[in-house]
């Protein structure tokens, strides 16, 4: 094991490696019951999805162990779950048999993308500003649908929306574990919104807020409800609105995965000269990986940034990824665990993501209107309009036609004029 993983030329060891990969799943853990829930709200089975996102981590991160030999946890993520049940079920009322279709689809051609190093030139022809406000966005977005899941925020016919009443319980339950958490984060705890959910659970069992679980641990429950359905329900994606669903599930993967492996790999030490070895390998593991979700029931993969907590705490070789992946296997007998995970439990874990998605706010350049005012539009269509899909597609029609009225028409790429004509055909057919 040590000479298949390189332990002593990355000046490493078993112990440091187990405890960086228990450290990364600790601290990314809490997708297991938020991923449940956020699909579970799409009418999906929680059960299900439960099992089929613990699998998913399971296997990406063995694939990234053994393939990439890289110390980095991948699962369902966020981001693209809450544009799978909020923008695409709900919003676009897309079955989310069909949308699963949607989502394999997608995956299969992230992965062919990546073999061929394909994806690589797409995620060079889109603008930084535009790969950080569509991260920010997102976060937006994911942080929103928190404070409505906590009772902060709530319709209101005048103004759309207001402050709820906060002194609700179960708000109020909401707001406590929020605190905990972000006192916790300040505090440098690595797996901060993990431990913010077990508090928020526990102190809504004692106050008779959260029913107490009947059971601790059990056997896995059914895949049945999820398991091969995007497979079956192939044929139904031929329908305009799946082209769009695709199209933002591969943009969000792009740069979303790609950003997180060379994050982490820098902060370990592994970049070369800027690059990142077996890049193809390591990018290659999180586009199988979505294939596999997709089937299994859950929405495509992604790399976590969390994995660098695992980094700092030691992890240097894939190792530690087997380590998180025997993690998310265990962890899969818990799902009597899903009673007490309500909506105030996961809401203040949705609002820390999206503060922490949100930082890329900084990386965009303010003073230069060709870039804020697409990025200001990116990120404030998607929370405004519930929709992932179009913050991203009123940003890369403004971007593009601003560059031109400035007469640096020269420097966008031809592959943002191709998705300037594809969003403009998109908006006048939804009309």
């Given at each position: ?5 390189g332990?002593?030329e ?11 990969g ?53 699962a ?93 319980p ?16 300040v ?10 959910m ?25 895949l ?53 070895p ?99 539009i ?54």
């Amino acid at each position: 094991m040590e000479q298949y993983f390189g332990f002593s030329e990355k000046n490493t060891n078993f112990k440091k490696e187990s405890i960086g990969g228990i450290t990364t799943f600790m601290a990314m853990s809490y997708i297991l019951f938020v991923n449940a829930a956020i699909l579970s709200d799409a009418g999906m089975d929680e059960g299900a999805v439960f099992v089929a996102t613990g699998l998913t981590a399971a296997i990406s991160c063995i694939i990234m162990a053994l393939w990439a030999n890289y110390p980095i946890g991948l699962a369902p993520g966020m981001g693209l779950n809450a544009f799978f049940a909020y923008t695409v079920v709900i919003g676009m009322e897309i079955p989310w048999e069909t949308a699963l279709a949607g989502f394999l689809v997608a995956g299969v051609i992230f992965l062919l993308m990546t073999l061929t190093g394909l994806r690589e030139k797409v995620i060079d022809a889109i603008p930084p500003q535009l790969k950080d406000a569509t991260v920010a966005g997102i976060g937006l977005f994911i942080a929103f649908i928190g404070l409505q899941n906590a009772g902060v925020v709530a319709g209101d016919e005048e103004t759309l929306l207001t402050l709820s009443n906060i002194t609700s319980p179960s708000t109020m339950l909401a707001l406590f574990g929020l605190i905990v958490t972000a006192i916790m984060l300040v505090r440098g705890v690595n797996a901060a919104i993990f431990f913010g959910m077990i508090i928020t659970a526990v102190a809504g069992v004692i106050t008779g807020l959260i029913p107490f679980p009947s059971q601790v641990v059990s056997t896995l429950p059914s895949l049945a409800p999820t398991f091969g359905v995007a497979i079956t329900e192939l044929p139904s994606i031929l329908q305009p609105e799946i082209f769009t669903v695709v199209f933002t599930v591969l943009f969000v993967n792009f740069f979303d995965a790609t950003g997180t492996i060379i994050a982490v790999a820098k902060k370990a030490g592994f970049l070369q000269e800027d690059k990142l070895p077996r890049a193809k390998q390591a990018l290659g593991a999180d586009a199988i990986a979505s294939v596999v979700g997709s089937i299994l029931g859950t929405s495509n993969t992604n790399s976590y940034i969390e994995s660098a907590s695992g980094v700092a705490a030691g992890a240097r070789t894939g190792f530690a990824s087997l380590v998180t992946a025997g993690c998310f296997l265990l962890f899969l007998f818990l799902s009597p665990l899903l009673e007490v995970v309500t909506d105030a439990v996961t809401a203040p874990a949705l609002i820390i993501v999206g503060v922490l998605m949100a930082s890329s706010l900084g990386s965009i350049k303010w003073d230069k209107m060709e870039y804020a005012i697409p990025a200001f539009i990116t990120v404030i269509a998607m929370p405004l309009t519930y929709s992932i899909a179009n913050g991203l597609a009123l940003g890369f029609i403004a971007y593009p036609i601003l560059k031109i009225v400035k007469g640096e028409y020269k420097d966008i790429h031809p592959i943002m004029y191709l998705l300037l004509v594809i969003f403009i055909a998109y908006f006048i057919w939804l009309a």
